[in-house]
């Protein structure tokens, strides 16, 4: 018998999606902030639960089917807007808007660089989470030990939001990497699921006193490298990520045992990297 699809992940991501065009519209400030908590490092959480290692040659495959080509497809269709814009507006932003797409400028706070402001910038989430993806697979294979893994994501994490000023590599490889921690974290929170299941309010107070902490902080920001207290920041998205789970599983539950369905989730986070893209190239 075929294994019943669990949907509170397609939820969670679904859910995300929507915060993400959220946080790029006109949002109070305080909503910005919680947004920005959670959103993207939940997507990195999402992925680093469902981590499996694989030969170099599937992973890479299943990277460029997933990550890869709706970056393309997405950078597509942005040259395509910026074309019409230069031909009918006498605008002159299809070159910035080229060199953007290449991602070789990947700090937003150096709008000066050619192609700076113009950058495609947004999509910045799919060449992280490939490199996300290649570094955690790699750790993975040459260090078993999950404390040592733990150790290393952290320090990677911790020292590129704490020099972030003084480093610079494109095609958002520091955005890729800062994001290990969140990664990781997805992975230990399936190998102790049901210790979290048990303890759950606990992690419910935790979580709320922690969010509250790192809203005090303003948020993060993975894209800009911008972390205002990094443990605050990165202890309230991983605990706020936590609590959405058991909240959408506990929701779920009960839909499954009701005899229930929840179709909309399904069908827009079973392709959400596609989804994420096509946001962002309208946002």
């Known amino acids: 018998m075929k294994k019943k699809r669990d949907i509170t992940f397609d939820i969670m991501k679904g859910v995300a999606i929507l915060a993400m065009i959220a946080g790029h519209c006109f ?6 902030h919680f947004i920005y908590i959670w959103h993207m490092p939940l997507f990195f959480m999402v992925s680093g639960y469902f981590f499996h290692d694989k030969p170099l040659g599937r992973m890479m495959g299943d990277n460029v089917r997933g990550l890869i080509i ?12 910026a074309l019409v814009m230069d031909m009918l507006c006498g605008t002159n932003i299809l070159m910035p808007k080229f060199v ?3 991602a070789i400028n990947g700090l937003m706070h150096n709008p000066d660089a050619y192609g700076g402001l113009y950058k ?8 992280g989470l490939l490199w996300c993806r290649v570094f955690y697979a790699t750790l ?5 030990n999950v404390y040592i893994q733990g150790m290393l994501c952290v320090c990677l994490s911790w020292g590129i939001a704490a020099f972030q000023a003084q480093l610079y590599l494109p095609f958002y490889i520091l955005q890729g990497l800062v994001s290990v921690v969140f990664y990781h974290a997805g992975y230990l929170l399936k190998q102790h699921i049901q210790f979290v299941k048990q303890h759950k309010n606990m992690f419910y107070v935790l979580t709320v006193a922690a969010l509250i902490l790192g809203m005090m902080q303003q948020g993060l920001d993975i894209w800009a490298l911008l972390f205002h207290n990094w443990i605050l920041n990165v202890v309230a998205a991983i605990g706020t990520v936590i609590l959405m789970y058991l909240g ?3 929701f779920v539950h009960k839909i ?3 005899g229930g369905s929840f179709m909309f989730p399904n069908a827009l ?4 990297m596609e989804f994420v893209a096509a946001s962002i190239a309208f946002v």
């Open 100 to 102: 953007g797409a290449l």
């Open 27 to 32: 949002i109070p400030l305080k909503l910005h």
């Open 256 to 258: 499954d045992t009701g």
């Open 140 to 144: 993975h294979r040459y260090a078993t």
């Open 248 to 250: 959408i599983s506990d």
């Open 120 to 127: 495609s910038s947004p999509l910045w989430f799919l060449l």
């Open 70 to 81: 709706p970056y393309l497809i997405a950078n597509g269709v942005i040259l395509c807007g």
């Open 269 to 272: 986070a079973s392709r959400s």
